[in-house]
C-alpha cells in the first residue's frame, strides 16, 4: 500500500506551498494523518498531524504558518506551508497511522531558497 503524496517544489523565502497526500480509503477512514520532514543527517520529525475527527497539532516551529486539513470523503489531507522559511527546506513524508500499523508515503521534497 503506497501512500500518494505530491505538491513539493522550489520557492522562495516567505512563499506558499500546498502538500497533498491520498491513501486508499479503507486506510484513510481509520487513521490518524500527519505530515513528518527530515533533513540529511537528522531523524524524521512530526510537522502536523490532523486525528479522524478533525483535531489538529503543529510542532512549534510550523504554528501559525503551516495548516494541516483533510477531506474524509476525499481521502486526502493537505498541509499548506505560508510564510516559508531557508530551515522548512526537507523532504516532507505523509504518514497514515491505524490501530494495526502505520503507512508512509513517499517523501516530497521543498525547498524553500532565501
Known amino acids: 500500500v503506497q501512500l500518494q503524496a505530491s505538491g513539493g517544489g522550489l520557492v522562495q523565502a516567505g512563499g506558499s506551498l500546498t502538500l497533498s497526500c491520498s491513501a486508499p480509503?479503507?486506510?484513510?477512514?481509520?487513521?490518524?494523518m500527519g505530515w513528518y520532514r527530515q533533513t540529511p543527517g537528522n531523524q524524521r520529525e512530526l510537522v502536523a498531524l490532523i486525528t479522524g475527527n478533525g483535531r489538529t497539532n503543529y510542532t512549534n516551529a510550523v504554528k501559525g504558518r503551516f495548516t494541516i486539513s483533510r477531506d474524509n470523503a476525499k481521502n486526502t489531507v493537505w498541509l499548506q506551508m505560508n510564510s516559508l522559511k531557508a530551515e522548512d527546506t526537507a523532504v516532507y513524508y505523509c504518514?497514515?497511522?491505524?490501530?494495526?500499523?502505520?503507512?508512509w508515503g513517499k517523501g516530497t521534497l521543498v525547498t524553500v531558497s532565501s
Open positions: 504518514k497514515a497511522a491505524t490501530f494495526i500499523r502505520n503507512y
Open positions: 480509503q479503507t486506510i484513510f477512514s481509520n487513521a490518524d
